[in-house]
T-cell receptor
């Protein structure tokens, strides 16, 4: 299973773009990269998922280089309500450990006024 | 609306007691999961199940038990063998072994267990 490494914390200001990078050096061929957002005392919420290149939805973009050994979650023009913990999850639905989805420590983003 | 319901939201237990946390989903998802979260920490996998009547241990299964008799339900029992059970427990589900949706987890609101 691919192990992920993220920065423990990041600070930003309202209106700025925030980029959070996740390293996953041993990512496997069939692995997808998924990002979640968690507010205190709530369950994590799905943000975006990708396999390669770039994916964009209404809340974020996900950049994945050709070697797929890292990925970057980009949040455009953050607001105070984006203050949360962000998790990168890398999983392989075809391996013998299918279903064993392991979360890393996450990145705590603090957005300041 | 489809979703995952966890109950109770808050639970207090005396040492030596077993408690069961409920998790029900109406998303028609095949796979279900239990995670434990301690203050300021990430999520740790307790048990997961990909199909009815089958489940697998996660990283911290000792002191916990589960059952999966129905597709919609995946209750977690915290037994007296779990030495430090005070934590926030999260249940999740996913489409399971069906393409990219396997990694997209839908979480419940969580159950906070406190041992007195």
């Amino acid at each position: 299973l691919a192990k992920t490494t993220q920065p423990i914390s990041m600070d930003s200001y309202e209106g700025q773009e925030v980029n959070i990078t996740c390293s996953h050096n041993n990512i496997a061929t069939n692995d997808y990269i998924t990002w979640y957002q968690q507010f205190p005392s709530q369950g994590p919420r799905f943000i975006i998922q990708g396999y390669k290149t770039k994916v964009t939805n209404e809340v974020a973009s996900l950049f994945i280089p050709a070697d797929r050994k890292s990925s970057t979650l980009s949040l455009p023009r953050v607001s105070l309500s984006d203050t949360a913990v962000y998790y990168c999850l890398v999983g392989d639905f075809l391996s013998s450990n299918t279903g064993k989805l392991i979360f890393g420590q996450g990145t705590t983003l603090q957005v300041k006024p | 609306d489809g979703g995952i319901t966890q109950s109770p939201k808050y639970l207090f237990r005396k040492e030596g007691q077993n408690v069961t946390l409920s998790c029900e989903q109406n998303l028609n998802h095949d796979a279900m999961y239990w995670y434990r979260q301690d203050p300021g920490q990430g999520l740790r996998l307790i048990y997961y199940s990909q199909i009815v009547n089958d489940f697998q241990k996660g990283d911290i299964a000792e002191g916990y038990s589960v059952s999966r008799e129905k597709k919609e339900s995946f209750p977690l029992t915290v037994t007296s063998a779990q030495k430090n059970p005070t934590a926030f427990y999260l249940c999740a589900s996913s489409m399971g072994n069906r393409g990219s949706g396997a990694n997209v987890l839908t979480f419940g609101a969580g159950s906070r267990l406190t041992v007195l």
